[in-house]
């Protein structure tokens, strides 16, 4: 056993006993009109967040693609993921609104909570660009294997 797998097994362990005791674990259900139900599914879907960044990340689900989607169908949804990945994001080291939050901060000591809520955002940015990824390169399997470049 890895000496690092050796450190986050415990944590696991601890992570899933905590979600089954809680009731959070499991898939997510419908959302029904009474406030508790979407107050419970609300917890279900943080609960999940949370066992998910604490366990780190984790390599990418590959999606399936319908064998039967059409060339225009396979095209129009690589499109709409490859506009998804042109929105720039700086890194999170380069990121000028630290500057700002610490500058901030040194009056307004709230200011400080921006710096853990965006070390959050950008590990998960970074799940969501890979599973973004593995589907993309899912797409172009599937349409080279279409021959879908072929005239």
Known sequence: ??????????LHRVAASLLVLAGLHGPPTA??????AAAA???RQRAQEGYALLLGPSAPAVPSVPGDADCAALY??????????LDYR????????????VFIGTVWTPAFYYL????????TAETRDAQRAAELDALRAASAQARCFSR
């Open 116 to 123: 853990p809520y965006r070390a959050v955002t950008a590990v």
């Open 31 to 36: 959302a029904s009109d009474t406030p508790l």
């Open 1 to 10: 056993m890895s000496r690092a797998h050796s450190r986050t097994a415990p």
């Open 90 to 101: 700086p890194s999170f080291w380069r990121d000028p609104r630290h500057a700002g939050a």
């Open 76 to 85: 129009a949804r690589r499109l709409a993921l490859l506009r998804a990945d």
């Open 41 to 43: 599914e609300f917890a």
